[in-house]
C-alpha cells in the first residue's frame, strides 16, 4: 500500500441485474480531510424514495464503519443511482437479492478506502460481539478502531491485548462508559484466542501481512458490530507533517 | 526533548510555607500507557480531609487537562502530603495563597510531563474561551488536543487552522456536539489571529520552537478551558510500534 491513490471500484452481477460502485477517498484531493465520495450505480429497478431506504443501513455497516484517523471529513457522501434498465420483475428474492448485493458493494468500497488510507500498511477488522446493545458494541469498536497505542501496534504488527483492552474499556458511551467485565472477556487476533472469558493464554500470535482481524467477544449480550480500521505509521505523520496549508 | 525520561519536578516557595512536587509519567516504566504518579509534599498545616478538597481542583486544571495520545493510563495517581512542619498559623490570606501555590506546582509537574512525552518535540496550550458551558469548553479543548490532524500539524509545525476548526466542530458533548457558530469564532496562533469573527485573515504565523499556544474564542458564553498537548512525531510512532508485549 503506497500513499498513491488507487481506483476503487466494486461490481456484484446479480442473476438478473448488476451493482456497480467506485469511490474515492482518503488522499485524493484534500489529504487533510480525507474526503469521502462514493457512487453506486445498478440497473435495478427503485421506485422513488426506495434508493436511500436500501441504502441508509448498507452505509452504517460500511462506510460509516470505518477509520483512518478519527478526523471527520467535511464533505463526504454517498449517492444510489437506479435506472432500472435490467428489466427485473421486482419479487421479495429479487429485492433481498439486491439488497444484499448493494451491501456487498458497499463493504468493498469501504475497506478499500481504509486500505488506501494515508500511509496505511494494513486493514484490521474490529469485531465486537457478546455487548450489551449493538450501540455499545459500535463505541467499542470505534474506540478501539481510533486509539492510537493500537493503531500504532498495528503498524508494528504486535498482538497487543493489552492497549486493545484498555481502549475497550475507555469507550465512551451515553456520557460514561461501555460497559465490559475483564472476568468475561474472550479475545482473538486472526483466530488465535490470546484471552479466554477473561484468562489470558500464554500464545504470541504473529500478525503479519495487510489484514487482521481483532475479534472481541464481551459475553455480556447480543450487542455486535464491526468497524475496519487502519495503522498509525511513519508515512501517516509525513503526509500529514509535510502537509502545507 | 528526547524520548529519555527526565526528572520532572516542581516547589513554589510561599512567604511562610513550601510546597514541592515531583512526578513520573510518559514513558518512565510502563511506556505503553503514559503512567502517570505525581507526589506533592508540603509543611502548610492541614487538617485530615482538607487535602483532598485542594488538591481535587487543582489536579482538575493540571494532570486532568493534558493528553500525549488520548489513552487512559491504568494507573494514574497524585498525593498531597502536609506536615504542618512550617507552623504557620492559618487565616484565609495564607489558605489562598496555599491553594495558588498547590495550583502552580501542579500546573507544572503537567506540563513537565506532557514535555516528557513519547516523541513529544513541542507542547501546545489550546485555550478555549467564549464556549456555551466550562464543560462545553472541555470537550473542544480535549477535542482539538487529541485530533491526530492537529497533532501532525504541530510535529510539521503548521498553523493549520483548519484542522483545529474541524475538530472543534466534531468535539463530542452529551450525546451530540459542543456548540460552535463558525461565523463567530476567533482564532490565534501564538498570539496572532487568524480568524477574526469567522473572517480568515490572510496572514501566515510561522509557529516554531517547542512550545505553542492555540486560543480559540467561540463567543458564545463565558465558558472556557485549557488543555495541554503534545505533538505526534515519528518518534511517537517508532515508540509505540517498535514495542513489544
Not at 434508493?51 to 443501513?57: D, G, V, Y
Not at 452505509?59 to 464503519?65: I, K, L, R
Not at 489484514?211 to 501517516?236: H, K, P, Q, R
Request: aromatic content about 6%; hydrophobic content about 45%; glycine content about 8%.
Amino acid at each position: 500500500m503506497t500513499t498513491d491513490t488507487r481506483p476503487k471500484q466494486a461490481v456484484v452481477h446479480g442473476a438478473d441485474f448488476t451493482v456497480g460502485g467506485m469511490a474515492k477517498g482518503s488522499g485524493m484531493i484534500h489529504p487533510n480531510l480525507a474526503t469521502m465520495l462514493a457512487v453506486i450505480t445498478t440497473d435495478y429497478p427503485l421506485a422513488a424514495g426506495e434508493a436511500i431506504e436500501l441504502l441508509r443501513p448498507a452505509v452504517d455497516e460500511s462506510f460509516n464503519a470505518i477509520t483512518v484517523d478519527g478526523e471527520c471529513s467535511t464533505n463526504d457522501a454517498v449517492c444510489l443511482l437506479a435506472n432500472g434498465a435490467s428489466g427485473v420483475r421486482r419479487s421479495l428474492d429479487s429485492d433481498l437479492a439486491f439488497s444484499a448485493a448493494l451491501r456487498a458493494v458497499c463493504a468493498d468500497l469501504a475497506r478499500q478506502i481504509v486500505a488506501d488510507g494515508e500511509g496505511a500498511t494494513v486493514v484490521a477488522q474490529i469485531a465486537i460481539t457478546g455487548a450489551a446493545s449493538d450501540d455499545e458494541a459500535r463505541a467499542l469498536a470505534r474506540r478501539i478502531a481510533t486509539s492510537p497505542l493500537v493503531k500504532t501496534a498495528l503498524f508494528g504488527r504486535d498482538a497487543n491485548w493489552g492497549r486493545v483492552l484498555a481502549a475497550a474499556g475507555s469507550a465512551p458511551y451515553n456520557g460514561g462508559f461501555a460497559q465490559l467485565d475483564p472476568d468475561l472477556v474472550t479475545l482473538r487476533f486472526d483466530g488465535t484466542t490470546v484471552i479466554d472469558s477473561g484468562t489470558p493464554l500464554n500464545v504470541e500470535p504473529d500478525p503479519h501481512g495487510d489484514a487482521l482481524c481483532i475479534e472481541l467477544d464481551l459475553a455480556l449480550g447480543t450487542g455486535s458490530a464491526t468497524y475496519l480500521t487502519s495503522d498509525f505509521s511513519y508515512d501517516y505523520v509525513r503526509i500529514n507533517a509535510d502537509y502545507r496549508t
